[in-house]
């Protein structure tokens, strides 16, 4: 699947939908004000991975000749993408209705805020706290934005159901997409328990994720001690014994040989890595008949 896309997006969500296609082999084009991109301004590092190998139009579209520019490139377009508040777009005359008659096939996504309130403004702070989950989330907003993220995923799905379903109007709402973190909490994926938990290695650290009990009997197995087969589910505090031995089982060896260490053995053992910026892949290998 492949095709032209506008991204009339700017800041964070928009463009990285744009990215996600793009790895898919759609090309994408970003239609600018001309005023640019704040993000680029604000925070250039980001701006540049959000959007290397995009080609990027400059267009006024409040003046007749941008408008008529961004009704050319329709024509050809597979998928349009905005962000603008709800209504933008209709009162400069380009929305959904006028740019289907000039490809019916077109699929138009609009990144909004809220379903009852499409126009209000709004970030990720305030969809995570209409969501719900700014307690559940409390460690992690501060550091990546998850409404944005989840609604780029989200509205990449919509384009290509859109393409699926040969064109249409798409409005994703980036407080509702967020949805995806509101499952039940599952007791045990917190890190105070012995199978589920990161250790500090001599050098490093290392997660152990021997949730399932064959895992856990795999592990005590390979690290030679059936002393520990009773107490997965041990709390990871410095009061208990076996928290303490398996510490000190780990502090044994760097992180990193560690790794390969459970690897051998079939644990799920990995050491942490840091994190360095990288470039979007997808993140499945396609396999053809004669594979």
């Known amino acids: 699947m492949s095709g032209r896309v506008l991204d009339l997006t700017r800041l964070l969500p928009g463009p990285l939908v744009g990215l996600i296609l793009g790895r898919m082999d759609f090309e994408v084009v970003r239609v600018l ?25 400059m267009l006024d579209l409040k003046s ?17 993408l905005e962000s603008n508040r709800a209504g933008v777009m209709e009162r400069l005359g380009l929305g959904y209705q006028v740019l289907r008659e000039h490809n019916p096939g077109l699929v138009y996504v609009r990144l909004a805020g809220h379903r009852d309130d499409p126009a ?32 780029a995923l989200w509205a990449a799905l919509a384009a290509l159901a859109g393409l699926h379903r040969g064109g249409g109007f798409y409005e994703v709402y980036l407080s509702e997409t ?3 973190f509101a499952y039940p909490p599952i007791p045990g994926l917190d890190g105070t328990r012995v199978a589920y938990h990161i250790y500090p290695a001599s050098s490093g650290r290392v997660a152990l ?39 000190d089982f780990f502090r044994s060896k760097p992180a990193a040989a560690w790794e390969a260490w459970g690897r ?26 004669d594979s």
Request: hydrophobic share 40%; proline share 7%; net charge negative.
């Open 33 to 57: 004000p001309p005023g640019g991109d704040d993000l680029e301004r604000w925070q250039p590092e980001t701006h540049a991975w959000l959007n290397a190998g995009k080609a990027t139009l």
């Open 64 to 80: 007749e000749q941008g408008k008529q520019t961004l009704l050319k490139l329709v024509q050809d377009a597979a998928i349009l």
């Open 120 to 151: 209000a403004p709004g970030h990720d702070l305030t969809y995570l706290a209409a969501a719900g989950l700014l307690d559940r989330l409390e460690t992690a907003w501060t550091r990546t934005q998850l409404a944005d993220v989840s609604g």
């Open 178 to 180: 967020l949805g995806v």
């Open 209 to 247: 994720a021997a949730l399932e009990p064959h895992l856990w009997a795999r592990f005590c197995r390979a690290a030679d001690r059936p002393e520990w087969l009773g107490s997965a589910a041990a709390r990871t505090d410095e009061e208990n014994g076996v928290f303490e031995e398996i510490s």
């Open 264 to 289: 051998e053995r079939g644990v799920p053992l990995q050491e942490v890595k840091p994190l360095a910026p990288a470039s979007l892949h997808l993140p499945w290998r396609s396999r053809g008949e």
